[in-house]
């Protein structure tokens, strides 16, 4: 079955950088792309970027670009997300997702992360 | 200050019919395939609608999807308890190069 299997809750203070780990299994992981979707405490979703699992090539939103780097590892068929110069606003549970496009066809989701940025 | 519009809240009572909305424009739903997940406070969306009106597997055919112009819906017949939940739509923007998502409707069942 098609799992993906987030690391686990982060506290950051800020300025630092976290990286979120997404592993996946269940599938053949480079024939899917893996989009990064956050929510902050009582709020809707957001979308940080993408990533093509086989290529390795990225897509960030213009909101994150910066500040944001995905990459992967298939060997392990993991995705990881690294997020710096972080400010209380990034407070948020970060979603791995994936999709088989560029679409939002996100059938798949991991657990979800809770990165809390507090000094 | 997200992209695609819907109505923040809405109730219904068990057993009815109720739509969900959600608005854009050209470069997204008008251009694009809408989703629809379904979220119950504490846990990961789920899919509900893929490519503006298909089910996922699983998903039971009172929910059912439509897309006319740069609009979209999602309609729940047979409304039940457990139907409560926050519902959003999403889409691709051809403009911002990414993926968009609607405020979020919160549907309580009465």
């Known amino acids: 079955q098609v799992q993906l299997v987030q690391s686990g809750a982060e506290v950051k203070k800020p300025g630092a950088s976290v990286k979120v780990s997404c592993k996946a299994s269940?599938?053949?992981?480079?024939?899917?792309?893996i989009h990064w979707v956050r929510q902050a405490p009582g709020q809707g979703l957001e979308w940080l970027g993408v990533?093509?699992?086989?290529?390795?090539?990225?897509n960030y939103a213009r909101k994150f670009q910066g500040r944001v780097t995905m990459t992967r590892d298939t060997s392990t068929s993991t995705v990881y997300m690294v997020l710096s110069r972080l400010r209380s606003e990034d407070t948020a549970t970060y979603y791995c997702?994936?999709?088989?496009?560029?679409?939002?066809?996100?059938?798949?989701w991991g657990q979800g992360t809770l990165v809390t940025v507090s000094s | 200050q997200y992209v695609l519009t819907q109505s923040p809240s809405a109730s219904a009572t068990p057993g009815q019919r109720f739509t969900i909305s959600c608005s854009g424009g050209?470069?997204?739903?008008?251009?694009?395939?809408v989703y629809w997940y379904q979220q119950v406070p504490g846990t990961a969306p789920k899919l509900l609608i893929y490519?503006?009106?298909q089910r996922p597997s699983g998903v039971p055919d009172r929910f059912s999807g439509s897309k006319s112009g740069t609009s979209a819906s999602l309609a729940i017949s047979g409304l039940r308890s457990d139907d409560e939940a926050d519902y959003y739509c999403?889409?691709?923007?051809?403009?911002?190069?990414?993926?968009?998502f609607g405020g979020g409707t919160k549907l309580t069942v009465l």
């Open positions: 997702t994936r999709d088989d496009d560029y679409s939002g066809n996100y059938d798949y």
């Open positions: 269940g599938y053949t992981f480079t024939s899917y792309y």
């Open positions: 990533i093509n699992a086989s290529g390795g090539n990225t």
């Open positions: 050209s470069p997204n739903i008008g251009g694009n395939n």
């Open positions: 490519r503006n009106n």
């Open positions: 999403a889409s691709w923007d051809d403009n911002l190069s990414g993926v968009v």
